[in-house]
Nanobody
Framework: QVQLVESGGGLVQAGGSLRLSCAAS????????MDWYRQAPGKQRELVAG???????NYADSVKGRFTISRDGAKNTVYLQMNSLKPDDTAVYYC?????????WGQGTQVTVSS
């Protein structure tokens, strides 16, 4: 069993920044990859960024150059630094991991970007 708790969402103006956190209930190195997803109203959930246990990262084209995923093993936490935010980034952001064949999701944190 894995618990994930996201935090850091909020309301920000276009061009602003936010940093999201995802705290895991066990060592983040237990997971082969930790992902951030987002879901906007009326849209499907989409992958935003991922960080692998070895440290490599990947990003959706829509956020490359603006978002950075990182981690702190001592805190069992993964971060998503979001800069140059746009109204299109408005969504609920979720943390996801797979552990022993099961997918675990956090409760999500709302990010709203005003124009």
């Amino acid at each position: 069993q894995v618990q994930l708790v996201e935090s850091g969402g909020g309301l920000v103006q276009a061009g602003g920044s936010l940093r999201l956190s995802c705290a895991a209930s066990r060592s983040i190195f237990s997971f082969s990859v930790m992902d951030w997803y987002r879901q906007a109203p009326g849209k499907q959930r989409e992958l935003v960024a991922g960080i692998y246990s070895g440290g490599s990262t990947n990003y959706a084209d829509s956020v490359k150059g603006r978002f950075t995923i990182s981690r702190d093993g001592a805190k069992n936490t993964v971060y998503l630094q979001m800069n140059s935010l746009k109204p299109d980034d408005t969504a609920v952001y979720y943390c996801r991991v797979t552990f022993l064949g099961n997918a675990y999701w956090g409760q999500g944190t709302q990010v709203t970007v005003s124009s």
